[in-house]
């Protein structure tokens, strides 16, 4: 059980330096104070504006605006005018639920982590990976609020004043539901004791 | 491993008599003719208008449109002016990843089958399940393809025609990439046997 422990030890190391969304912080804490698990990865929710040089090129994606709070229609205008006309592409307005990634020391461990998430609504959850001597096993927390909504191509916006409210409401809505379900999950979390 | 033999007999049933998506059978074929899985439910992808009392009460959505198709802009207004106006709510034009749920009969075949699916681009994939004495690992593949657009609300329609023509348009190519993923999961499955 060495490794596991070496590789807490950096993880949380990696977590000090780096820090963690405010709204998920507590989580991982209360994650990493339990023996058998620790966090490699989290992100607490939020809604971002992306744009694609082609669809599914999510690789060559370029961020244009990230907010983890709930943001207005007016922001998501500025943040396209201050991108410069000659990148061309579409630009989507995105919203992503929580994303936890837990290392678990114990396939028994993961089970029961995995069981509680899908109970708190996290319901993409799933065990991603299992180390061969099965010393590790890695789950990822996913819920499923998700907003994936195409507006502008080439620079011409298609999305009118009143439709791009409404999105940005569902994506609101659907940001502070996912940190609903954060907390529900974190009440939850006792009973891995 | 009477119970894994039992299950998959059933299953194969179900199947026989429910039938499944055109596009994913010969994936599915593939799979139950491996002695060591067997798939419990399928979709090969999907474009859906959906009525939704609420965001995120989906379990009250209501189908007014469902095509594992490429669809036209026109289509949706067909499907929408069907509908009884009413019965308010939210429209949302929704698209989804093929996803697929595998039975496996140890935690090996499941891991071996979960990094085919990964490297597939089954990117969603993950081990959701695994029995007490651990003879029944059940995998989910399932894939990144996916748009949530929410067009229409209390019969006021928002999205203006070009835009939903760019939208359909990026829900078609989605739905072409999904099933291309499908082929190459089938390709790969092989390596299984």
Redesign the interface.
Known sequence: MRVFEEEKKRALERLRRGGADEEVEELLQQINSLDEFFTTSSCSGRIALICLPE??A?REARFIGKWHRPIRKEEVFAAMSDTPSSENG?IWLIAQSPIVHVACRS?EKA?AL?RIA?EAGFK???????SKDKGKVVV?M?S???????LA?DDVM???E??LD??VS?AN??LE?GKGKLKRFCYRLRELE
């Open positions: 669809i599914g999510k579409d396939l089970t995995l899908l993409y959850s799933g065990i991603k990976a299992i990822e996913m499923t609020e998700r907003m994936d909504v195409p191509t298609l999305c009118n009143a439709h409404f999105i569902k809505f659907m539901r």
